[in-house]
Structures are given as structure tokens and as C-alpha cells.
């Protein structure tokens, strides 16, 4: 497996400068997923011939006209925007056949229910932004943005320089020059946008979630620099697994305002590792609030009927380990649920040759059709590697097995506590299956109070 350690190491203590920023906290960011991409057999970077920054825009007198019209818009008054993402929209976790966004959605639901001032920015979906047009105020500053970039000799050494170590180490086909200057450009460009915007207005609070994502920066950026606080939203399990909150040191010159003034988190176990990981790059407010769509959930109550045993497997595209496929013979009554990872779905392939095989044991259609809650009702067991939907499934006592080394390194602590089961080979699973094994998680006992912590906030 390539390590992201070894251009981390190499490069962090440099600064990658433009229009005063240094870089490094994108170029991290982007590279380290590149790389979880490469180890996961997925890795795709479209190397044209012609760099991002050559690529001349077209741009009209009508749109000058449009991008000078947007000084002229009258100001809104909103104190809250939620950032939301529509493509992120998943099966409901409330039961019913609405597709939601668990991330943002029950934010929504608390500032109806609490009359608190909000308006939602969809960004892969909408054109205006508190009533700009982003689209024409991106397509000048982009204009800005390249020209800069083009007299900045300094930079494009810098990053051909890193993009060659990254080649040396990685693979000749790992040539991420044009993917990263694609995005410091488009990130600046966004910024600018972002930044007029929001000076217009009489924004407070900025709630989103994957800081990491590129427009999401940009936002953050802009918010920092005019004391706007931004809130990121706790989305999965935080460990040294995710590239993105893991291994930051001491940034070299500029470079905190890529990240949030505040994380909401799931525990006070991943809000002290947050805090552990960002404290020499930038002071972050903490708030422990739980899971929300957790919170707003129901607990279905169902009752087994057969004597089978039914576990749950979520897959993050990495495959099965033998010793998990092997167990379909070894015990005639297990059925295994296997729920294909939104994004990754390379494991598309060996489910199907799974379910041909063993036709009665493995269910597809069911693992990824149904809620996740419904199937945390259904299953005995819920077996991964290192998917946050082991926190979600201790929410609902239903026993979590976790299986190889990146597993150990997300859930130590669950595991020594005896919270989640361990397995490494065949005689441990063969075990918990043959004893019966469970471990009961009770993440519930600890209520928060919602309400209070919003209004905290966001009033």
C-alpha cells in the first residue's frame, strides 16, 4: 500500500505561495486522495496536454455587463447558511421514501422547529448564492485568477518540482501537475466569489460538512478572512484512516484559513483526537452534539423469524478477506447483506459472483435498497473494515465486528473496551459465529441536548 506519509513528511514543512496563501493544506488534501484512490484500484487523473492554466476564457461584453449588474444587488439579512450537497441525498433514515441529506437535513429540521433564521446553499445544484450569480462572477475571476498564475514562476516550479518526488515515489502515472493547478486556481477563483458575496451580506454562520472538499475550502476561506464562523459537521468515523484528519503538523506561513472555526462532533472521543491532530495548525471550538440523524431516528423493532444468522457488511471497495467469504461454507445458516459503498463500487463485481455461488446466503438487492436502519433491524451482526457506519450501528446495539489492520487502527479503543468484536483470521470469526458472540455498544446513554447546543450556535 503507498504510504502518504512519504510526501507529507517531505513536503510539509514548505510553502507552496500564491496570491500570498501557502497552499499546502489543499495540496495535502488533494494528493493524499489521490493516493487513497491509487491503493483502492480506482485512480483516474485525465493528463491532457494542455495545462489548466493555458486554457484561454471567452469572455463577452454581455458577461462584463452581468459581472458589473451583481454590484448593484441589494443586501439580504440572513444570519445562517446551511451548504448542502444534492447529490449526497440518500434513502431516508426516518423510513419513509424521501431522499434526504443526513448531514445537513436535520439542521434543518432543529431551525424550523426552533423558528431560527437559515437559507440553504445546494452547491451542486444552485446558480445563485443570496441572490448573486455565481456562474458569471466565477467565469471573470477565473479570467483574474489564471492570468495571475501564469506570471507566477515560483509556483509552477514549486509544484513540478513536488509532482516530479510524487512520480518518483507513486508511478510514473501518478502526474498530479494539472489536477493541482486546476484546483489552487479554481479554489482562488471560488474564494473571490465567495468573499464578495458573503461581505455583502449580513452572514454570521456558515454550516457544511467535508471541509476538504474544494468549494467548501474556498467557502471557509472567505469566511475566516471576514470572521464569518463556520461549522463543519461531523460525517463519519475521524481517524488516521482519513487523509483529511490526520497528520497535520505546523503549517509554514499562511495557511489556517482552510480550516473551520468550529467541528461539530459525534463523541468526546473524536472531538479530543480532532483537537489532538489540528492543535498545531489552528485553534477549533468543539461542540459534542451526536450524530442528528441518529438523534431523529426511531429504532424499528422487528422480531427474528428463522434461525439464520444475518450480517450486515458494509464495503468500502476494498473487497472480502478469505477468511469472511469462506465462513458462507463453513456455516450453511449465515447470510451476508452486502451494502456497496456509495462512491466505491468496484466490489460490485464479487458480490455478484458471490450471489451466484451462493445463491440462498448473500443478499444484494435488500442491503442496498432498504434504509440503513431498517437493515440494523434486520441483521445479527454488522461486520466492516473501518466504515462509520460501525458508530451507527453501536446506536442501534446491534454488535459490530471489525476485521483487519486499518479496522484495529479506526476502532482500538472500541475494541479494548470490548465495545465492538475484533477478527483477523478464520478461527476468530469461526468463534463468534459458533458461540453466538454479542456486544451491546449502548451508545445512547449519553443525551444531548439538541435544542440548547443549536441554539448556542447558530441564534
Known amino acids: 500500500m503507498l504510504n502518504q506519509e512519504n510526501f507529507i513528511k517531505e513536503f510539509e514543512n514548505h510553502e507552496f505561495l500564491f496570491y500570498d496563501i501557502n497552499w499546502w493544506p489543499l495540496i495535502k488534501v488533494q494528493v493524499a486522495y489521490q493516493l487513497h ?47 448542502t450537497d444534492s447529490s449526497q441525498k440518500i434513502n431516508s433514515v426516518y423510513g419513509s421514501m424521501d431522499l434526504i441529506n443526513p448531514y445537513t437535513d436535520p439542521f434543518i429540521d432543529y431551525f424550523e422547529k426552533l423558528k431560527i433564521d437559515y437559507c440553504i446553499f445546494d452547491l451542486k445544484k444552485e446558480n445563485f448564492f443570496l441572490g448573486y450569480d455565481i456562474n458569471i462572477l466565477k467565469k471573470i475571476y477565473l479570467d483574474k485568477v489564471k492570468n495571475e498564475f501564469n506570471k507566477n514562476s515560483e509556483i509552477k516550479f514549486k509544484l513540478k518540482q513536488f509532482c516530479e518526488f510524487l512520480t518518483h515515489e507513486y508511478g510514473k502515472d ?23 458575496v458573503l461581505r455583502k451580506n449580513n452572514v454570521k454562520n456558515i ?99 428463522d434461525s439464520r444468522i444475518k450480517v450486515l457488511v458494509t464495503l468500502q471497495g476494498t473487497g472480502l478477506p478469505d477468511y469472511v467469504i469462506n465462513c458462507l461454507d463453513r456455516h ?9 459503498h456509495p462512491r466505491y463500487f468496484q466490489d460490485k ?24 436502519y431498517e437493515l440494523f433491524s434486520i441483521a445479527d451482526y454488522h461486520l466492516t473494515n473501518f466504515s462509520g457506519c460501525a458508530i451507527e450501528a453501536e446506536y ?22 470490548k465495545k465492538y468484536l475484533f477478527v483477523n483470521n478464520q478461527d476468530d470469526l469461526d468463534f463468534i459465529f459458533n458461540q453466538k458472540i454479542k456486544y451491546k455498544g449502548n451508545s445512547r446513554v449519553e443525551k444531548k441536548d439538541i435544542s440548547k447546543l443549536i441554539k448556542e450556535n447558530f441564534s
Open 37 to 83: 484512490l491509487k491503493n483502492s484500484g480506482i485512480f483516474k487523473i485525465n493528463n491532457s496536454a494542455k495545462c489548466f492554466c493555458e486554457i484561454a476564457i471567452k469572455i463577452t461584453l454581455k458577461d462584463r455587463l452581468k459581472f458589473y449588474r451583481q454590484s448593484f444587488k441589494r443586501n439580504k439579512t440572513i444570519k445562517n447558511v446551511i451548504v
Open 332 to 340: 450453511p445458516h449465515l447470510v451476508l447483506y452486502l451494502r456497496l
Open 396 to 417: 442501534f446495539d446491534l454488535t459490530n465486528i471489525i476485521y483487519g489492520e486499518r479496522g484495529y487502527l479506526a476502532y482500538e479503543n472500541e475494541i479494548k473496551l
Open 349 to 372: 463485481e464479487i458480490c455478484e459472483m458471490l450471489k451466484l455461488k451462493y445463491k440462498e446466503q448473500i443478499e444484494i438487492d435488500k442491503a442496498n435498497s432498504l434504509t440503513l
Open 207 to 305: 454550516l457544511l460538512y467535508c471541509y476538504y472538499n474544494n468549494t467548501m475550502m474556498s467557502i471557509i476561506r472567505a469566511s475566516n478572512k471576514l470572521n464569518v464562523t463556520t461549522l463543519e459537521y461531523q460525517h463519519s468515523q475521524v481517524t488516521a484512516n482519513h487523509f483529511a484528519y490526520s497528520s497535520w503538523r505546523s503549517i509554514q506561513g499562511s495557511g489556517k484559513d482552510f480550516f473551520p472555526s468550529k467541528i461539530w462532533a459525534w463523541r468526546q472521543s473524536d472531538a479530543a483526537y480532532l483537537e489532538r491532530q489540528f492543535q498545531d495548525v489552528k485553534k477549533i471550538d468543539y461542540i459534542i452534539g451526536g450524530n442528528l440523524s441518529l438523534e431523529l431516528s426511531k429504532k424499528i423493532e422487528l422480531h427474528k423469524t
Open 174 to 196: 501518478f502526474n498530479l501537475y494539472n489536477h493541482l493547478v486546476q484546483n489552487i486556481i479554481t479554489n482562488q477563483t471560488e474564494y473571490f466569489v465567495y468573499f464578495n
